[in-house]
């Protein structure tokens, strides 16, 4: 491999980084202050259906689409309750991941959760 393919790969790799983080660092400015909302089923939202609406949140807000190799994963429900806590796992390219915090703001009269995004701004 030439030095010049070298650094090739190299600036493609500080080009994804760079992308990455302005992103993360949008979601988290743009999300701080902002509600989603997800069906409610028995006192929570189902893990699964958790992490398709943080990512079309995340999405909306950036105005960046996920890359088919990063994924974001809810570990729990989300209870409805005013404040309570699910943790998601945004990983990238399976190299780096993300802590994802979703926090409730309680059941609105439509029977939708409203609820809070926040990534973290560094990888684990």
């Not at 790799?13 to 909302?37: D, Y």
């Not at 945004?90 to 939708?112: H, I, L, P, Q, W």
């Amino acid at each position: 491999m030439s030095t010049n393919q070298v650094k090739e790969i190299r600036m493609h790799q500080i080009s994804t980084s760079a992308r990455l983080t302005v992103a993360l660092g949008m979601a988290v400015a743009a999300m701080a202050g902002c509600s989603v909302s997800g069906s409610v089923g028995g006192g929570s939202v189902d893990k699964g259906e958790l992490a398709v609406r943080t990512v079309a949140a995340l999405e909306a807000q950036t105005g960046v689409t996920m890359d088919p190799s990063e994924s974001l994963t809810c570990i729990e429900d989300l209870k409805t309750d005013a404040g309570s806590i699910a943790m998601c796992e945004y990983r990238v390219a399976s190299e780096s991941v993300f802590d994802v915090t979703v926090t409730s703001k309680g059941v609105g009269s439509d029977d939708n959760v409203a609820f809070s995004v926040v990534v973290s701004d560094t990888p684990r």
